[in-house]
């Protein structure tokens, strides 16, 4: 049994690695534009399971949001109004493919 394993997936996780114990853990966590956190009802953002969010933070991660109350996210997402500016022809915009 790994205490922090079970600290950041809960109890009624199970498994012996770290991806076990993602993939039988029933929390989510909720990523903002810059932070990640344990979701909450009032939370707003993208939810993710434990395993997901796993795969996309690490563990290290995962166990400074239940520490803190969040995580700051090293590389903030691109937010929605980001991405339509983008879509419109901003800068960072991908070239369109031509149909054949």
């Given at each position: 049994?790994?205490?922090?394993?079970?600290?950041?997936?809960?109890?009624?996780?199970?498994?012996?690695?770290?991806?076990?114990?993602?993939?039988?853990?029933?929390?989510?966590?909720?990523?903002?534009?810059?932070?990640?956190s344990?979701?909450?009802?009032?939370?707003?953002?993208?939810?993710?399971?434990?395993?997901?969010?796993?795969?996309?933070?690490?563990?290290?991660?995962?166990?400074?949001?239940?520490?803190?109350?969040?995580?700051?996210?090293?590389?903030p997402?691109?937010?929605?109004?980001?991405?339509?500016?983008?879509?419109?022809?901003?800068?960072?915009?991908?070239?369109?493919?031509?149909?054949?």
């Amino acid at each position: 049994m790994n205490p922090k394993l079970e600290y950041i997936f809960g109890q009624e996780s199970r498994g012996d690695s770290a991806r076990e114990r993602a993939v039988t853990s029933g929390r989510t966590f909720v990523r903002g534009q810059d932070h990640l956190s344990l979701d909450r009802t009032e939370a707003k953002g993208r939810r993710l399971t434990a395993a997901e969010a796993l795969d996309a933070y690490g563990l290290d991660l995962l166990e400074e949001a239940l520490d803190y109350g969040s995580a700051i996210l090293r590389a903030p997402t691109r937010g929605a109004p980001t991405c339509r500016w983008a879509r419109r022809g901003g800068p960072c915009a991908r070239p369109r493919l031509e149909r054949v």
